[in-house]
């Protein structure tokens, strides 16, 4: 028999390999006859800030899930997201500033910004109709891989809410948030993932999904149901289904069953972390964002002005102090000619080889001149004794090593 959600012990590495490869078994019912048919895998790659932060999709877990679909002999395999507005405003790519694109071709499989895709109609409330990208229903298996994130306007993030990714562009993520809740279940409605592998490696607590602090929880969770693995993501977490306004209405519109609600009720927790720290808005915050009034100030929003204030590089600094924005869009690019590691610093603990995406043999590697380094950083930024640099300028990534430097290195 199926089961409606596995829960995997992750410590390690060779855990992350062995837990996918035992999702695959267990849900192989998904898998398509054809193995040449379109396999797409939605990480959340909602900002430029890594898996470490606890922001966005361990790049650990698409290797591996990716690398077991091919030896499963898939081949059609494209790595999909749409990140936020305020990237896709601003010409950021975080698909490239995450190093996704770099890890696809290092991988042989393609990337896609479903930001600038063909759209499908999708319903959403007050009579609005926004457009969500195409493709993720037209995929044979589509694989939505969320991270456990809180969330300052909607309780949390997990499979449901990740789902905004695929609307295309900001225009259509921007109608989202006339209701918000009640949008999220409307794009569920229509884009059905076959199979929900969710990122509980490094999860957020506090004010997410951006500005949060990381928490090593060391677990991967798949099944099959969104809302069922939200509401037992909530329970996980320790935050009340009755904080989660779209949880509210999916439990009471009877989008999850008596008995798959006991299943989680039942479940023994103990070993998660401590109930994760909720989102708390200031005043401010919580009026502009209160779902009664949002349509109005999206009204406002989209005025001339308001666009002009707020693409500004002082409207900009306003609303991320005033916590109306959680993003920094810097403009920096960073260029890395190459990683420096400081023997004398280094204490050979390999913490560097546990977190390196590809697996590369850590530290030895790092005076070897290997080409397929992702330059993704996550080296650099877990490694307790900071005995890795580089050559060359951060540029956005000194924000996060600003933010999280310190954090990440206490927290992995
Ligand atoms: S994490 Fe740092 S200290 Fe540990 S082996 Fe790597 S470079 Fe050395
Ligand atoms: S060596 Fe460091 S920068 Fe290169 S892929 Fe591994 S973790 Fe990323």
Request: proline letters at 4%; charged letters at 25%.
């Amino acid at each position: 028999m199926i089961p409606s959600f596995q829960i995997f012990d992750c410590r390690s590495r060779q855990q992350i390999r062995e837990a996918i490869v035992r999702v695959f078994d267990l849900y192989q019912a998904v898998l398509p006859r054809d193995k040449t048919g379109l396999i797409l895998l939605k990480p959340n790659l909602n900002s430029h800030m890594n898996a470490l932060t606890g922001n966005t999709t361990d790049l650990r877990l698409l290797v591996e899930i990716v690398t077991e679909l091919q030896k499963r002999d898939y081949r059609n395999i494209i790595i999909a997201e749409g990140s936020n507005s305020g990237f896709y405003r601003n010409n950021i790519s975080v698909i490239n500033r995450l190093r996704v694109d770099t890890m696809a071709a290092a991988l042989g499989v393609e990337v896609l910004d479903l930001n600038y895709t063909e759209g499908q109609e999708i319903e959403l409330d007050h009579g609005l109709k926004g457009e969500a990208a195409k493709i993720c229903s037209e995929a044979e298996l589509f694989i939505n891989v969320p991270k456990i994130k809180t969330h300052f306007e909607v309780g949390i993030t997990v499979c449901l809410k990740s789902l905004i990714g695929c609307m295309v562009g900001q225009k259509n993520k921007k109608k989202i948030h006339d209701n918000l809740p009640r949008n999220i279940l409307n794009i569920n409605r229509v884009i059905k993932p076959h199979l929900q592998i969710i990122d509980g490696l490094i999860a957020m607590e506090g004010n997410g999904p951006t500005r949060g602090t990381p928490v090593l929880c060391g677990k991967i969770i798949a099944g099959r149901d969104p809302v069922l693995l939200d509401y037992l993501c909530a329970r996980i977490m320790g935050i009340p289904f009755t904080a989660v306004d779209y949880l509210k209405i999916a439990l009471h519109e009877k989008l999850l069953s008596d008995q798959d609600r006991g299943s989680v009720d039942s479940l023994e927790l103990d070993s998660w972390p401590a109930p994760f720290k909720q989102a708390h808005s200031n005043l401010l915050v919580r009026f502009i964002f209160n779902h009664r009034f949002q349509r109005y100030f999206q009204m406002i929003r989209a005025t001339s002005w308001a666009e002009k204030l707020c693409s500004s590089r002082f409207g900009g600094k306003l609303l991320y102090l005033s916590g109306i924005r959680q993003d920094v869009f810097l403009a920096d690019t960073t260029h890395i000619e190459r990683l420096v590691h400081n023997q004398e610093r280094c204490k050979k603990c390999r913490k560097c080889e546990e977190y390196c995406p590809l697996g590369r043999k850590l530290p030895e590697g790092f005076d070897l001149t290997d080409e397929t380094c992702l330059h993704c950083l996550y080296c650099l930024s877990v490694c307790p004794e900071q005995a890795i640099t580089i050559a060359g300028d951060l540029g956005f990534f000194a924000e996060q090593v600003r933010q999280y430097g310190y954090l990440i290195r206490k927290t992995l």
